[in-house]
């Protein structure tokens, strides 16, 4: 059974840092691309980075390069998101999922992608 379990959001000032982490089980990491998505309150989710288990090739929406790192763990089966210069813009709440793919420089996951976490919520004060 596929599980997906976010950590290390927390309440930051502008200009800080914070790692975010996506333990995964049910599946290997190698096999699927994985992605961090988030959502603010009142707007759809987004995609903002995603990294394929099998070249590594990473990709990150515009709104984060630069500030943003995913990194990922094989042998704990858990994906990173490196977040620095945080800005009140990057509050919301964020989530892995374990399918991503990028069509005209956006990251999507299937509409009806049936295993969301619960989230973690990252909240930047000005």
């Known amino acids: 059974e596929v599980q997906l379990v976010e950590s290390g959001g927390g309440l930051v000032q502008a200009g800080g840092s914070l790692r975010l982490s996506c333990a995964a089980s049910?599946?290997?990491?190698?096999?699927?691309?994985m992605g961090w998505f988030r959502q603010a309150p009142g707007k759809e989710r987004e995609g903002v980075s995603c990294i394929s288990g099998g070249d590594g090739s990473i990709y990150y929406a515009d709104s984060v390069k630069g500030r943003f790192t995913i990194s990922s763990d094989n042998a704990k089966n858990t994906v990173y998101l490196q977040m620095n210069s945080l800005k009140s813009e990057d509050t919301a709440v964020y989530f892995c999922a374990n399918q991503c793919t990028v069509v005209a420089g956006t990251i999507w996951t299937p509409y009806d992608y049936p295993y969301w976490g619960q989230g973690t919520q990252v909240t930047v004060s000005s």
């Open positions: 049910g599946f290997i990491l190698d096999d699927v691309a």
